[in-house]
């Protein structure tokens, strides 16, 4: 079982940044693929973005791409997703969720999911 763990959401005026982390508890990211998800208040959890267990090869929305970079440390055990040009539709819960190796857009792609972060971006 892998146990997900998500940090660094909070609260930024439009324009601003944030960087989202993603950590395994108790064991580390580096053999697993990991995507980001967000879920807003009334509408269904959204794909945002993924990698692959080594880096190689990375995904994104069309909605945050060119705004939005993911990225990982396999030697720390951690997936972080640097989000700039913050929108305030950007807001909602951040969720990472991992399988090992690959994985792909869908969220049933993967089998393990954090509780989530909030990102809330004010006008």
């Known amino acids: 079982q892998v146990q997900l763990v998500e940090s660094g959401g909070g609260l930024v005026q439009a324009g601003g940044t944030l960087r989202v982390s993603c950590a395994a508890s108790?064991?580390?990211?580096?053999?697993?693929?990991v995507g980001w998800f967000r879920q807003a208040p009334g509408k269904e959890r959204a794909f945002v973005a993924r990698?692959?267990?080594?880096?190689?090869?990375?995904n994104y929305a069309d909605s945050v791409k060119g705004r939005f970079t993911i990225s990982r440390d396999n030697a720390k055990g951690m997936v972080y997703l640097q989000m700039n040009s913050l929108k305030p539709e950007d807001t909602a819960v951040y969720y990472c969720?991992?399988?090992?190796?690959?994985?792909?857009?869908?969220?049933?792609?993967?089998?393990?999911w954090g509780q989530g972060t909030q990102v809330t971006v004010s006008t």
């Open positions: 969720a991992a399988r090992i190796l690959y994985s792909g857009a869908s969220a049933a792609s993967y089998d393990y």
């Open positions: 108790g064991r580390s990211l580096s053999n697993y693929a």
């Open positions: 990698i692959n267990w080594d880096g190689a090869g990375t």
